[in-house]
């Protein structure tokens, strides 16, 4: 029997199939969980049941979350990377079927408090590159990179952008609209190099602070520390790419990350682990710079605050220049 994701056979919700199957979860876990609580919050997707529960370690009981159903890339890096070090979350059980139904779940250890997208300050960015270059050497370690990542659609998507400026009539459309047609002038040279780039990591995929939260020193899951949450967007790529997403989240804030350089600070992790950081990785971060702000307009829907487009703009401006000698 085969469960989507957006629905469960009879009209059920996700959270009624969860409650329905934890007698099947306290089973695959060797009855070691037991207590179920599930909720659900505001920026849960649906599809998605989720549960707070104990999980009985041998020593103490323990607070633990269960998910179902879970997408097979969270359910492969999530259990392939818990326990490698102190940067991932514990899985104490899971599974790819569960009472009959094929889907993936999961039970993890709960980590109390919030993300630290509440509380952003220079550290909490220093721990996520941390995180990130950990996550990049153990799933490096765990999976050969043999998948060629998607081809983004950039001359669409620029395309698009312009179409998008010229009917809405955005703010500062003239800027927009001379900024657009330079990238035009030089988009086959830009999206070449681009697609010339290394292919050498798994990217994370949604690296920010609301996908880290802090596992305090004497938990007894092990090493306090950042813990880096949702594999859900794992690709092949080049980490630049986690740098430069991390980084546009706040080109309408630029406040917030003042004197932070999301690149600069993933690279130098990466280095402490001794992984590459190639020469041309500051190139690489401006190509991708300004791909990204090209397209913005084209998703006014989620992208189009005027601070936001402001912030894309003044990239755009300031580093076509460079990227197109």
């Known amino acids: 029997m085969t469960v989507q994701v957006s629905g469960v056979h009879g009209g059920a919700s996700p959270h009624d199939l969860g409650r329905q199957l934890e007698p099947a979860i306290a089973e695959a876990c060797g009855g070691k969980v037991s207590d179920f609580h599930w909720f659900r919050v505001d920026w849960q997707r649906s599809g998605a049941a989720t549960a ?36 991932f979350v514990n899985v104490v059980g899971s599974g790819l079927e569960l009472g009959g139904y094929d889907l993936a779940w999961i039970v993890m250890e709960r980590l109390p408090g919030d993300p630290l997208a509440a509380r952003l300050h220079k550290e909490v960015f220093v721990s996520l590159a941390e995180a990130a270059a950990s996550f990049y050497k153990h799933s490096g370690e765990a999976f050969p990179i043999i998948e060629k990542p998607q081809r983004a659609p950039w001359a ?15 703010q500062n459309e003239q800027g927009w609209t001379n900024a657009l047609r330079e990238v035009s002038k030089h988009l086959d040279t830009i999206v070449e190099r681009w697609r010339q780039r290394p ?42 790419e986690d740098a430069v997403y991390l980084e546009r989240l706040y080109w309408a804030r630029p406040d917030a990350v003042k004197g932070i350089k999301p690149v600069a600070k993933i690279a130098k992790a990466r280095k402490q682990l001794g992984l590459l950081v190639s020469d041309d990785s500051g190139e690489l971060a401006n190509i991708r710079r300004v791909l990204m702000a090209a397209c913005v307009p084209a998703f006014l829907h989620r992208e189009g605050h005027p601070s936001y487009l402001e912030g894309a703009l003044n990239v755009l401006e300031k580093l076509l220049p460079v990227v197109a000698k």
Do not use: F, Q
């Open 52 to 87: 707070y529960a104990t999980y009985d370690s041998g020593d103490a009981p323990r607070d633990v979350v269960v998910k179902l159903p879970i997408g097979p890339t969270e359910h492969r890096y999530a259990t392939a990377l818990s326990g490698k070090d102190r940067h």
């Open 156 to 170: 669409t998507l620029v395309a698009k952008a312009r179409g998008e400026v010229k009917e809405n009539h955005i």
């Open 199 to 240: 292919i050498d990591t798994w990217c994370h995929g949604d690296l920010h602070p609301g996908n880290m939260m802090v596992r305090a020193d004497d938990s007894p899951w092990g090493g306090g520390g950042c813990v880096l949450l949702d594999m859900a967007e794992v690709h092949a790529g080049n980490w630049v």
